[in-house]
């Protein structure tokens, strides 16, 4: 049981470039999301997705764009990288229990644009 | 909108001094509260949490009490280790289950 993973670990980019990151859970998780952790700004939510086929905008949308073809995977696009992406992202997903479940957070993947 | 404050970081202990993290939130309802702890080079990991007024969550030796009438959830733990040096985030649940973090408290443990 893997948990969360996520693809790449690291990766630079140039302005402008653009990029998919792969985030897979095998836990049969309904909910997934899509973070960007800042310094001093705590984790801001990017997209986020309640099921198969949905997804939907979060706190700071602009310049991302999500898919969740499958169950399992929620990928996040940036189709024309910018400076201000320069980021570490991160993948959370969550069974549906309400209030109360906890999100499960992948290990994150850093992202330079240069 | 829903928020949640953090006293700012870093905090600096030497090990087995007490600790406290104090968090603050607004929200509408009673949402459930968390603290996650993120390790250096890692993903955050649930820490505790607490799904309603009084309740107490606790782990590691690590304990928070929702407290509803001062609208807090502030960290404690009676004394720190040096494995324990880590960022701590405070963090509220809401509908459609996304969590509103605070902006994280950087902890340093030393020998």
């Known amino acids: 049981n893997a948990g969360v993973t996520q693809t790449p670990k690291f990766r630079v980019l140039k302005t402008g470039q653009s990029m998919t990151l792969l985030c897979a859970q095998d836990m049969n998780h309904e909910y997934m999301y899509w973070y960007r952790q800042d310094p001093g700004m705590g984790l801001r939510l990017i997209h986020y997705s309640v099921g198969e086929g949905t997804t939907a905008k979060g706190e700071v949308p602009d310049g991302y764009n999500v898919s969740r073809l499958k169950k399992q995977n929620f990928l996040l696009g940036l189709e024309s990288a910018a400076p201000s992406q320069t980021s570490v992202y991160f993948c959370?997903?969550?069974?549906?229990?309400?209030?109360?479940?906890?999100?499960?957070f992948g290990p994150g993947t850093r992202l330079t644009v240069t | 909108g829903n928020s949640v404050t953090q006293m700012e970081g870093p905090v600096t202990l030497s090990e087995e001094a007490f600790l406290t993290i104090n968090c603050t939130y607004t929200a509408t309802g009673y949402p459930s509260l968390f603290w996650y702890v993120q390790y250096p080079g890692e993903g955050l990991q649930l820490l505790l949490k607490?799904?309603?007024?009084?309740d107490k969550g606790s782990n590691k030796g690590f304990e928070a009490t929702y407290r509803k009438e001062t609208t807090s959830f502030h960290l404690e733990k009676g004394s720190v280790q040096v494995s324990d040096s880590a960022v701590y985030f405070c963090?509220?649940?809401?509908?459609?289950?996304?969590?509103?973090f605070g902006q994280g408290t950087e902890l340093s443990v030393k020998p």
């Open positions: 963090a509220l649940i809401q509908q459609g289950g996304k969590l509103i």
């Open positions: 959370a997903s969550r069974i549906d229990e309400g209030r109360k479940g906890e999100q499960y």
């Open positions: 607490a799904t309603k007024a009084d």
